[in-house]
């Protein structure tokens, strides 16, 4: 990228990252929410019984912003990225309780990979649309933390969005780009059924098959391997961090998106130089 346009493009991809940020906490916040109620009103219909909170609708837009403690809801000052949480120094302005500090660091962590996608890619196709990439990413991330679970309305469209992109050669081939969505999806769904049938437990869930695939679908099926590698040694260094810090029981589960989120990410900046080192090293070319 030209060190001109970098001067003013690169703050404005910051100040666009904190902006959807911002609204990245909704989702993570929301959309579980949204799904449980979907879930509860197609049981209740399916069991032909009465759904008592039937309306109790809850949508990525209604109700307005609001503290979870005493409803008071946020004030446009109050709702600047970064800027409201530092003013309001981490709490409500009604009742005083404590706003969790991951709301700033979400808007931060959006506005760190924003600029960090622009600056790698530059204002174009590959850059608009790997942003993209990174927000979902993110939302997925915290959805998978606090609830184990990777939406589908989230994954899905991302990964056809990857074939469609590569159907242009955006990121790789679409031949790549093809097997990659079908090798990414079927490795993780080998490994599941395999350690299934060795221990009786289900050692991941469907969601991290989709969002493999959808790795896959954007970056080709040559980058999997690193990608699987890489979020493996992660989640079991970080595992075996927080069970020796008696942060984590032994037989709680451990979401793997988030690592494959990392992973993926390293592959999107540095996958290609990676394999190039890897392929050196080992004195295949």
């Known amino acids: 990228m030209p060190i001109e346009s970098s001067h003013l493009l690169l703050p404005f991809a910051a100040i666009i990252g904190l902006i959807v940020g911002s609204f990245l906490n909704v989702v993570i916040y929301r959309l579980p929410l949204i799904m449980q109620s979907r879930w509860n009103a197609d049981c209740h219909e399916h069991l032909g019984l009465t759904n008592q909170n039937a309306e109790d ?35 409500c302005s009604s009742c005083g309780a404590k706003i969790s500090l991951r709301y700033p660091l979400v808007e931060i962590l959006s506005s760190i990979l924003t600029t960090a996608v622009i600056w790698h890619y530059g204002l174009t196709p590959a850059g608009i649309s790997a942003t993209l990439l990174v927000w979902s990413l993110i939302a997925l991330t915290f959805i998978d933390l606090d609830h184990q679970l990777l939406p589908d309305s989230i994954t899905l469209p991302v990964l056809w969005l990857g074939l469609l992109l590569n159907a242009s050669a955006v990121f790789t081939d ?91 990410i390293i592959a999107m900046f540095w996958g290609e130089s990676i394999n190039n080192w890897y392929l050196q090293i080992s004195g295949i070319t």
């Open 57 to 91: 609708t809850i949508s990525l837009s209604l109700p307005a912003s609001h503290c979870p403690q005493c409803k008071a809801r946020v004030k446009a000052w109050q709702n600047i990225p970064v800027i409201s949480y530092l003013l309001l120094r981490g709490k």
């Open 174 to 264: 679409p031949v790549s780009a093809i097997y990659g969505a079908a090798f990414g999806y079927l490795s993780l769904w080998l490994v599941f059924q395999l350690f299934r049938l060795l221990t009786g437990k289900e050692g991941m869930g469907f969601g991290d098959f989709k969002l493999l695939a959808l790795f896959g679908a954007w970056f080709g099926w040559q980058l999997l391997p690193q990608i699987v590698v890489i979020a493996s040694v992660a989640g079991a260094l970080i595992g075996v961090a927080m069970i020796l810090l008696r942060k984590h029981e032994r037989e709680t589960p451990i979401p793997f998106g988030p690592y494959l989120a990392i992973a993926g």
